[in-house]
């Protein structure tokens, strides 16, 4: 019996190739990259807001930051003033 296929296959072919990943090291690689493009805008906020107050950052540079970011990401969100990344964070 086969396994399924996976659907990235292909990319993790040229994974395994091009890098020194084994096959499932590319798959959980993948994954991983997956998972974290995957996050709602908001879920990208509260966790960025949180690694960078954990960091010492003040709200003023963190919202300055995360907005940042969030301009540069591969589906850029829309444009969210620091009021509104505010009330992500604390509702």
Do not use: W
């Amino acid at each position: 019996m086969s396994a399924s296929p996976h659907p990235h296959d292909d990319l993790l072919a040229h994974l395994s190739r091009t890098t020194p990943l084994a096959p499932g090291e590319a798959a959980r690689v993948v994954a991983e990259v997956l998972a974290y493009f995957s996050e709602s805008t908001e879920e990208y906020v509260r966790r960025r807001h949180g690694e960078l107050q954990a960091r010492g950052l003040t709200n003023e540079k963190i919202f300055a930051r995360v907005a940042a970011e969030l301009a540069a990401r591969r589906v850029a969100a829309p444009e969210l003033s620091a009021r509104q990344l505010r009330r992500i964070v604390y509702g």
